[in-house]
């Protein structure tokens, strides 16, 4: 089962601030929200993570709701290089294998010139 | 950090044959985990080291496939007579430890005609 959703794809002008939502409404309280993007023909690439917080960092910001069952992924002036397919993953702490970085499809991102 | 390695980046081979490839993770990098990603979706995890030690399997690893990690530095991932439905990108990551965010490769993009 999908532990997170989000929408198929997304627009945003070139410039422009881009925001990626997420649901994620059976989150526990030891699982934290990480964001990975993937431009076309790469590997996925790290973009950002938390627990409760919000978080900025040198690529995006992170905003998690108050009772953690949805967040955002800010990229704060988006470029054409931004063009990707954005995952939003539920993971718990120690997680790995199957309980470390599951993938749904993800959120493709187009950033329009 | 000279990043995860992985190769070949592409490999057409025939029904029937067998083919292997390589992972070379980040040197400190405790963590190996294997995934396979098909046209559209998330990649899906696949298998993961600690180590030398392979600590668990999806069930999507048939008896076909088999990954080492004989000195817990690279690994390979070899698929004994391949199929069509194993054309797939074969992504190879690596973390330091439980916590911490993973690093992908590029992939090897297999093609099985």
């Known amino acids: 089962d999908a532990k997170t959703t989000q929408p198929t794809s997304m627009d945003c002008a070139e410039g422009r601030a881009a925001n990626l939502p997420c649901n994620h409404s059976t989150i526990s309280g030891n699982e934290y929200v990480y964001w990975y993007r993937q431009i076309h023909s790469q590997g996925p690439q790290y973009i950002i993570h938390g627990l409760k917080n919000n978080e900025t960092n040198e690529m995006a910001s992170l905003i998690i709701t108050e009772d953690r069952k949805s967040s955002t992924l800010i990229l704060p002036h988006a470029t054409l290089r931004d063009t990707a397919v954005y995952y939003c993953i539920v993971r718990a702490a120690g997680g790995g294998g199957a309980d470390g970085l599951t993938f749904g499809k993800g959120t493709h991102l187009i950033i329009q010139p | 950090d000279t990043g995860v390695s992985q190769d070949p980046r592409h490999k057409i081979t025939k029904r029937g044959q067998n083919v292997t490839f390589r992972c070379d993770p980040i040197s400190e990098h405790n963590r190996l985990y294997w995934y396979r990603q098909t046209l559209g979706q998330g990649p899906e995890f696949l298998t993961y080291?600690?180590?030398?030690?392979?600590?668990?399997k999806s069930r999507l690893l048939s008896d076909r496939f088999s990954a080492e990690r004989p000195k817990g530095s690279f690994s390979t991932l070899e698929i004994q007579r391949t199929e069509q439905g194993d054309s797939a990108m074969y992504l190879c990551?690596?973390?330091?430890?439980?916590?911490?965010?993973?690093?992908f490769g590029s992939g090897t993009r297999l093609t099985v005609v």
């Open positions: 080291f600690q180590n030398e030690a392979q600590l668990e």
């Open positions: 990551a690596s973390s330091l430890g439980a916590n911490d965010r993973y690093t």
